[in-house]
Each structure stands twice: as structure tokens, then as C-alpha cells.
């Protein structure tokens, strides 16, 4: 069954911290591994990372892939109290000629003043 | 360009009864997902449609629920006969095209209750 696991699955730190993310996949017929952020409405897409070791970097966070141990981290530096979220981590994989999306259970981040 | 909308943005339904949920994509988007979010659990995915197509609906229950996305309209998902675990928030998300998940635009979702 595929299955994508991710951790912590809460984490408090305080401004200007530096969290990792973790996220972890058995899935056959892997595409490409996306990470979104979640606050109270509807996540909003991060990153997609298709090959490995090339890392993707959006301000202060960034992202990178390893398929061979199938898992991807995601970085925060210097993190602020807007960074409160829930961190979505999904595999897209074929199926049956389409495609389709396995999600985690989340990392809630809580960052403190 | 609108977003992605969906309504309504909170339904209480008792238990029996139907819940309807509306989707309209984004203008120009053909692909339409839905998605189940459970309290403190991630997202589950549940049907992929196109215009009245249903590619796969794996992830649906094989009872009570269904979805639809008609040539003119919003996507429906109805769920028939709702129980309590039936709670949860359901997203949809709408693409331009096949496999392209960095361009599936989420909409706001539709916030279940059921008493």
C-alpha cells in the first residue's frame, strides 16, 4: 500500500530557529514529492521535486529529494511567526495511465515570539 | 481570474440526510480533484475527474458517495446518508491539464458538520 509518513508530527520552536521537516514515502511508480503549506484555508503549493539532490529554494525555504532512501526534507531558516502552519508533504504517482496524490498527515509548526 | 470556489463554505447536515458540495474550477481548467481532509489527518484524495469523465475514484468510499462533473456546471460531490465520520473539511482542486500537480489550484473547501 503506498504511503507517505511524515515527522515531527508538531514541532514548537521560537523566532529565528531553524526546523527540518521530514518526509518519507513507499509508493510505487513515484512521479514527483510536493510540499504545501497550510494555514486555515486551502494549502498553497511549496515546492515539486522530481530528481534528486537538487535542491529548490524559495527565501528562507528550501527542499531536496533523495530517491534512493525515498524521503525529502523540507528547511526553514530564520523563522518567523507567519511560518505557523500545517506542512503538507504528498507523492504524486501513476496510475492506470493517470495520476494520483498521497498526502501525509502534516508537520504543525508553531513558531513563538 | 477567479480562483477555485467551492460552496458552500460550511454545511451542517444530521445524520440521514444528503450533503451537496460544489467545485467550480478556475476558468479554462478541464481537471477537477477531490479531496477529504479528517481533523487532525492529512489530506486523502478521493476522485479525479474531467468534464463528464470520472478517471479514477480510488479513493472514494464504494458507498454513499459520488461525484460528477458535468459538460456545463460546477463538479458535485454528494454524499448521501451522512453519519458523524462523514465530518470533515473536503477540498477541490482544479488543473489545466493531466499530471501537473504544481498547477492544481486549491479552493477554499467546504467545512462538513454532521450532528
Known amino acids: 500500500e503506498d504511503k507517505v509518513v511524515q515527522s515531527p508530527l508538531s514541532l514548537v520552536v521560537h523566532e529565528g530557529d531553524t526546523v527540518t521537516l521530514n518526509c518519507s514515502y513507499e509508493?510505487?511508480?513515484?512521479?514527483?514529492l510536493l510540499w504545501y503549506k497550510q494555514e486555515k484555508k486551502a494549502p498553497t503549493f511549496l515546492f515539486m521535486l522530481?530528481?534528486?539532490?537538487i535542491e529548490k529554494k524559495s527565501g528562507r525555504l528550501s527542499s531536496i529529494l533523495d530517491k534512493k532512501e525515498l524521503f525529502s526534507i523540507l528547511n526553514i531558516t530564520a523563522t518567523q511567526t507567519g511560518d505557523s502552519a500545517v506542512y503538507l508533504c504528498?507523492?504524486?504517482?501513476?496510475?492506470?495511465?493517470?495520476?494520483?496524490?498521497?498526502f501525509g498527515t502534516g508537520t504543525r509548526l508553531k513558531v513563538l515570539a | 481570474n477567479a480562483g477555485v470556489m467551492q460552496n458552500p463554505r460550511h454545511l451542517v447536515r444530521r445524520r440521514g440526510q444528503e450533503a451537496r458540495l460544489r467545485c467550480s474550477p478556475m476558468?479554462?481548467?478541464?481537471?477537477v480533484y477531490w479531496y477529504r481532509q479528517l481533523p487532525e489527518e492529512g489530506l486523502k484524495f478521493m476522485v479525479y475527474?474531467?468534464?463528464?469523465?470520472?478517471?479514477?475514484e480510488s479513493g472514494m468510499p464504494k458507498e454513499r458517495f459520488s461525484a460528477e462533473f458535468p459538460k456545463e456546471g460546477p463538479s458535485i460531490l454528494r454524499i448521501q446518508q451522512v453519519v458523524r465520520g462523514d465530518s470533515a473539511a473536503y477540498f477541490c482542486?482544479?488543473?489545466?491539464?493531466?499530471?501537473?500537480?504544481?498547477?492544481?489550484?486549491f479552493g477554499p473547501g467546504t467545512r462538513l458538520l454532521v450532528l
Open positions: 482542486a482544479s488543473s489545466p491539464y493531466l499530471g501537473t500537480a504544481e498547477t492544481q489550484y
Open positions: 509508493v510505487t511508480n513515484f512521479r514527483s
Open positions: 522530481t530528481s534528486s539532490g
Open positions: 504528498a507523492v504524486e504517482a501513476a496510475t492506470s495511465g493517470t495520476y494520483k496524490y498521497i
Open positions: 476558468k479554462g481548467h478541464s481537471h
Open positions: 475527474l474531467q468534464k463528464e469523465n470520472i478517471i479514477d
